[in-house]
């Protein structure tokens, strides 16, 4: 295989990983999500949709702590103020297209059994997903700058058989 393809399904690779712990977070976020919608639904008298945004604010803080310490634990932490309002902006985008869809759906064509709610919820939950996961890799939780992810994986790498790090080549001191 030329170094290119290799490079190329190296970047593909990371992709699959990367959509898989997205999706195991998004998984568990839409089993908190559903399940707080229909708790809310069972036990209140709260409309629908209303009941679907104190779900989305529960599964919101449940992903953004399954993202930031599993999915993306390895991406740049330095502006943690920035990440949290990029997210927070970019969920909410996510929860108004996906009440949207159950407003539509609710109120537009007057489908309003729990099936057909929790249907148009889980829809609509996909939907947004499509633009979280863009929005989240694309602006929240971005890449470390190459130089230091390289410096980074250096480190690691420069580890003698004992586990004691080797010294960096750019590190200042004498070598042993």
């Known amino acids: 295989m030329s170094e290119r393809g ?3 399904r190296g970047q593909l ?3 699959m990983r990367e959509v898989a712990k997205f999706g195991a977070v998004g998984g568990a976020g839409v089993i908190v999500n559903l399940a707080v919608f229909n708790v809310v639904r069972a036990t209140t008298e709260l409309p629908v949709v209303r009941a679907s945004l104190v779900a989305n604010a529960v599964a ?3 992903n953004y702590l399954g993202y930031r310490y599993f999915t993306y634990r ?10 949290l309002s990029l997210f ?3 969920s909410v985008v996510g929860m108004v297209i ?7 759906a609710t109120y537009g064509f007057g489908w309003d059994s729990t099936l057909q709610s929790n249907f148009f919820k889980f829809f609509g939950i996909g939907v947004a997903t499509l633009f979280r996961f863009w929005s989240y890799r694309t602006w929240v939780f971005r890449a470390m700058p190459a130089r230091e ?3 980074t994986a250096e480190s690691f790498l420069a580890q003698d058989e004992k586990g004691v790090r080797a010294p960096r080549p750019d590190a200042v001191g004498p070598r042993h």
């Open 6 to 8: 290799g490079a190329l």
């Open 13 to 15: 690779d990371q992709l």
């Open 60 to 62: 919101i803080l449940f």
């Open 74 to 83: 390895d991406r740049d932490k330095s502006g943690r103020t920035r990440e």
């Open 88 to 90: 927070l902006l970019f």
């Open 98 to 104: 996906e009440n949207g869809i159950l407003y539509a």
């Open 149 to 151: 992810a390289v410096q």
